[in-house]
T-cell receptor, first 112, second 113 residues
Framework: NAGVTQTPKFQVLKTGQSMTLQCAQDMNHNSMYWYRQDPGMGLRLIYYSASEGTTDKGEVPNGYNVSRLNKREFSLRLESAAPSQTSVYFC???????????FGPGTRLTVL | GESVGLHLPTLSVQEGDNSIINCAYSNSASDYFIWYKQESGKGPQFIIDIRSNMDKRQGQRVTVLLNKTVKHLSLQIAATQPGDSAVYFCAENSGGSNYKLTFGKGTLLTVNP
């Protein structure tokens, strides 16, 4: 049982490049989440998917898109990366609205 | 706006001592609270949670206390060990169908041998 896995672990992009961060969970959870973590800002929700087939904006959705590919996978796409998107990105999953969220190991992204 | 905050950004304790990490929340509608531990370079790890119909919950070496009157949450770690050194976050969910957790900024716990 791997829990929540994320790829890649590290990525360096140039401004304007695009990329997709991948996330998968093997706990049969209904909901999945993408957060970013910046020094002094804590964890901020980018997008979430309450269940397969649905996605909703979080606190900081601008510049990102998501796809809930199936129950297991939830990807985050940066269409045109900007230096302000330099951050550590965490994927999480959980059973439902008022339940624990379990986090992946993170992707460290640098945009030059 | 509503927020979750921590009283102390850093806490340094001696190995074997008990640690108490505090968290204040301002959303009186919040009904679910979680404590996470984050070690350097890793994702947040679930420690313990508590729902608003309880005021205390115990786990292995950890206890969470909830005081709804003053909107205060605390995490107590008994017999703190060097492996407990990490950043600790509290998070709240304001209930209902709201899927969003609001996280505090974290407290860095350092355990001295």
């Amino acid at each position: 049982n791997a829990g929540v896995t994320q790829t890649p672990k590290f990525q360096v992009l140039k401004t304007g490049q695009s990329m997709t961060l991948q996330c998968a969970q093997d706990m049969n959870h209904n909901s999945m989440y993408w957060y970013r973590q910046d020094p002094g800002m804590g964890l901020r929700l980018i997008y979430y998917s309450a269940s397969e087939g649905t996605t909703d904006k979080g606190e900081v959705p601008n510049g990102y898109n998501v796809s809930r590919l199936n129950k297991r996978e939830f990807s985050l796409r940066l269409e045109s990366a900007a230096p302000s998107q330099t951050s550590v990105y965490f994927c999480a999953s959980g059973w439902g609205a008022t339940d624990t969220q379990y986090f992946g190991p993170g992707t460290r992204l640098t945009v030059l | 706006g509503e927020s979750v905050g921590l009283h102390l950004p850093t806490l340094s304790v001696q190995e074997g001592d008990n640690s108490i990490i505090n968290c204040a929340y301002s959303n009186s509608a919040s009904d679910y609270f979680i404590w996470y531990k984050q070690e350097s370079g890793k994702g947040p790890q679930f420690i313990i949670d508590i729902r608003s119909n309880m005021d205390k919950r115990q786990g292995q070496r950890v206890t969470v206390l909830l005081n709804k009157t003053v909107k205060h949450l605390s995490l107590q770690i008994a017999a703190t060990q060097p492996g407990d050194s990490a950043v600790y976050f509290c998070a709240e969910n304001s209930g209902g169908s709201n899927y969003k957790l609001t996280f505090g900024k974290g407290t860095l716990l350092t355990v001295n041998p």
